[in-house]
């Protein structure tokens, strides 16, 4: 079985399309957040904090993480088997992304919460 991921047409090199094609995917952007906050994460952690995941989904992911080179993936030979990810140097270099996500996110909840009407909401209306 072949995976199939998005593809984006980086005309003249769009640096956020660049970006996009390695932090796309329903759950990167999560996986990607704990690993900077834990360092070192086992697959069973994955499945502990992202419980709405898939098996197969989360595998995936990390899978195009790791083929990416954003994450490595350390295999233990050791009964039973032991698996580790970590963040890569370059991996690392996504942090001001993540961090950039996190603080729009606080914004955005902080708006829902307090049951703001977003600017541009308000001048649709007709």
């Known amino acids: 079985m072949s995976m199939q991921r998005k593809v984006y047409d ?3 090199g769009c640096p956020v399309e660049s970006t996009l094609q ?3 995917g329903k759950w990167k952007s999560v996986i990607l957040y704990r690993l900077f906050q834990e360092q070192v994460a086992r697959y069973s952690d994955f499945e502990r904090w992202l419980p709405t995941i ?3 989904m989360l595998a995936r992911q990390l899978q195009e993480l790791v083929a990416d080179g954003v994450v490595t993936k350390q295999i233990y030979a050791q009964i039973p ?3 580790e990810y970590r963040l890569t140097e370059f991996g690392q270099t996504l942090r001001p992304v993540i961090e950039a996500m996190e603080h729009w996110g606080q914004y955005y909840n902080h708006l829902q919460m307090e049951q703001v009407t977003l ?3 308000q001048e649709n209306k007709v």
Request: charged share 20%.
């Open 10 to 12: 980086c005309v003249a």
């Open 22 to 24: 390695i932090i796309s």
């Open 54 to 56: 898939s098996s197969r």
């Open 81 to 83: 088997p032991k698996t």
């Open 119 to 121: 600017p541009d909401a």
